[in-house]
DNA sequence: CACTTGACCTGTCCGC
DNA sequence: TGCGGACAGGTCAAGT
């Protein structure tokens, strides 16, 4: 599940191979996985040269000399990988060693559309073939309905404590953990980053906004800029399926605090942390650091 | 978010 | 062993 720090790692990575190259050929394998007319492909994307990757949210953009851009959406088990032409990929080491190769021989199964190049090809696997890929005028990316409503970019200068108060106090009734899962309070937190970010602020998932006090709130801001920075340090989360630019999974998972660590000891307190639902989302949290409150009348 | 469910999909795991 | 069902969770749409 891709998320802002996975698909920075993925825009970091391919920002080393893509830029100046031109597109050659475009092979597609699921339909729905690129949702460009065949008109637009041969018009606009075939033959073009591609100027830079930018990332909003959890979309990542490949722009292109002539003003548009594709846009790649990764939803829940999407790739990116791009491969010199024979490169072989050495097999996973197993047992959880770091940067471990998650994919080897490419295509492979999971596989819907690969751009090739002079040089190398750009493989976009995507298992569950919910992501997609669109084409949209770069200085107009709103047309998507992705763009248009959504949130501010949290690790950017204009995102400040004001703007986040403002955006949450729209879900005043609504729980933490939904709201920061919003889009339109802010581009990019998914589930793991809200686990840990609500962790590292001591808020219980389930506290209805309205009821954090604005220490909290501060301290919650705090924590979604720390905790997303802190995974684009260490490459990302390989929860299942998550690999960067070179078929490489993420560390940050070692370093996490209680996503995936239920019935494992809380860092701070050792209780155990625990798994419950949330909006219909697998949440963890520790019960005795993260206590819900309920402000008086 | 008011809140839940379904759709989009496949792979993995668990219980029988 | 094999089979069915639950589960994983990003986003949009639709139902209650």
Known sequence: ??????????????????????????????????????????LKVIGQRINSLDRRGK???????????LVVHLKMTGQLVFRLDNAKSRQGFGGGHP????????????????????????????????????????DNINELAFFANLGPEPLSKEFNLEIFK????CKANSMIKPALLDQKVIAGVGN??????????KIHPETRVKDISNQKLKSLYVAVKKSLETAIKYGGSTDR?????????????????VFRKDNQPCPICHTMIKKIKVAGRGTHFCPKCQRIVRKKK
């Open 1 to 42: 599940m891709p998320e802002l720090p996975e698909v920075e790692t993925i825009r970091l990575g391919l920002t080393k191979y893509l830029p100046g190259k031109i597109i050659k050929k475009i092979d597609i394998t699921w339909a729905k996985s690129l949702l460009v007319s065949k008109k637009d492909l041969s």
């Open 59 to 69: 979309a990542l953009m490949i722009n292109l000399d002539n003003g548009f851009s």
């Open 99 to 138: 940067n471990e190769s998650l994919v080897s021989e490419l295509p492979d199964r999971s596989t819907r559309v690969i751009m090739s190049f002079d040089k190398g090809k750009l493989f976009f696997n995507d298992q569950r073939k919910f992501g997609w890929i669109k084409l949209v005028k770069t």
């Open 166 to 169: 403002n955006n949450l106090m």
């Open 192 to 201: 793991i980053y809200a686990d840990e970010s609500l962790f590292l602020a």
């Open 241 to 257: 399926n998550y690999v960067n630019a070179e078929g490489k999974k993420g560390n940050y998972l070692n370093y996490a605090n």
